[in-house]
């Protein structure tokens, strides 16, 4: 049985949960008070996507759409840290597009082969040990860890190939694909023969070759639903020619100058920057042409409209490496395949805490530490490491009165405070 052909996927991933801070007291046989040692939680796993060349199909995903990886360990006494969670590795084929599933903004382009952390775990709770001061020898508290994040992806494979054959159903791109490359696409006399897109190397001569896609056939009103619709012409976004084969013999009574216009139209329907993509015209089964005023009538109008025109027979191997010379030299032209690059930001989530209950604040060292059950939970939802997280979490803080206690109890520009073990320079 075929496997299926599966192109578009939702997932949704979680990182693991940091530990919790253990809260334990030094205990040994002639040492009094030996005073708090509670160990760190372990980091939280993350999620990490890795592009694998081998994959051709995101059909994994089809079955199983929600990932998540370990949690961290709780610390424990002897300042003994918690294990970190194991991170989850998720396989994607090379060229899938990662985005996000609400905004649809790119997040990534698993093309350059580098992994990609997706989701980060969250940060292990501080055990009381940390928070051992002169006037409070024995803290009975210690951190909880941080949550990991969590985030609803959209996965979009986008074939990574430099030519897209384009044309009607039954016009020879599967053959042609057949003959210029080791591909062995499903050829036969009828239409949709080809169900999924089709890649193969196509190899010119000593460090010459190019990739090339052959994508289910078109038909006009595809836009509308027809036929196989728009589904699979992602897949060719990338590439930087088309090719369009047009059946010139009239064998199915149809006019290839009709044909022609038909699926150009249908490409500025779906996307008029694909429609201005270079292209190269292929006038295919010339060989079962018995008059000539046809395939003379189309060059002509091809070549007015400004594309090149190859005559060929794929099936009878005619023409074909003029095809692929002039295929070759213009990819020499062009720029590289297309690389998306990263649209997606960040954002905060709103979250509504309690801030009218005042901080708890002291000043140990030239140090500002500042404590409250509200100001635990606002942190957990702040990915420090993205500038307008960190920047909403400042307004936050200025919101909740927090500055203007520390600023009553002599607070000055240039200070360190330190919240939960976050310290960061004081301004106004």
């Not at 919790?20 to 372990?42: I, L, M, S």
């Not at 060929?312 to 062009?334: N, P, T, Y």
């Amino acid at each position: 049985m075929a496997s299926t052909f599966v192109d578009t996927a939702k997932i949704t991933v979680k990182a693991g949960k940091g530990g919790n801070g253990a809260v334990a007291f030094h205990r040994e046989k002639y040492v009094a008070a030996g005073g708090p040692d509670g160990g760190d939680g372990g980091r939280g796993g993350d999620v990490i996507l890795v592009a694998d060349s081998h994959l051709t199909t995101l059909m994994d995903f089809r079955y199983r759409r929600k990932y998540a990886a370990s949690n961290g360990s709780d610390g424990s006494g002897a300042r003994c840290s918690g294990k970190d969670g194991e991170d989850l590795t998720i396989k994607v084929p090379t060229g899938t597009v990662v985005r996000d599933a609400e905004t649809r903004e790119i997040i990534r382009d698993m093309s350059d082969g580098k992994p990609f952390v997706l989701a980060r775990g969250g940060r292990g709770g501080w055990g009381n040990q940390h928070f051992a001061t002169p006037t409070r020898q024995a803290p009975r508290f210690a951190k909880p860890g941080l949550p990991g994040e969590t985030k609803e992806v959209l996965l979009e494979l986008k074939l990574l190939a430099d030519v897209g054959l384009v044309g009607f159903p039954n016009v020879g791109k599967s053959t042609l694909l057949s003959v210029v490359s080791k591909a062995h696409p499903k050829i036969a006399n009828y239409h949709f023969t080809t169900l999924m897109p089709n890649l193969g190397v196509v190899y010119v001569e000593e460090g010459v070759s190019f990739v090339m896609a052959d994508i289910p056939g078109i038909i006009e009103g595809a836009s509308e639903g027809a036929g196989l619709g728009h589904d699979f012409l992602r897949h060719i976004d990338r590439c930087r020619l088309l090719v369009h084969l047009v059946d010139v013999s009239g064998s199915e009574g149809r006019d290839p100058i009709q044909d022609f216009d038909a699926i150009c139209a249908e490409l500025a329907q779906y996307s008029p920057e694909l429609a201005s993509r270079p292209m190269i015209v292929a006038a295919n089964k010339c060989d079962l042409c018995y008059d000539r005023t046809q395939v003379d009538s189309f060059r002509a109008y091809v070549e007015g409209k400004g594309f090149p025109c190859f005559e060929i027979s794929a099936a009878a191997h005619q023409g074909v490496k003029e095809l692929v010379w002039s295929i070759a030299a213009r990819l020499r032209e062009l720029p590289p395949v297309r690389y998306y690059e990263p649209e997606y930001v960040e954002r905060p989530k709103e979250v509504t805490v309690d801030t009218s209950v005042p901080a708890e604040i002291w000043q140990e060292d030239g140090i500002w530490y500042a404590q409250a059950p509200w100001l635990d939970q606002l942190m957990e939802s702040v990915n420090f490491g993205d500038y307008e997280s960190r920047n909403w979490f400042d307004g936050k803080l200025r919101a909740s009165g927090l500055f203007d206690q520390l600023e009553a109890q002599g607070i000055r520009d240039g200070d360190t405070v330190d919240l939960y073990g976050l310290q960061f320079e004081y301004q106004r």
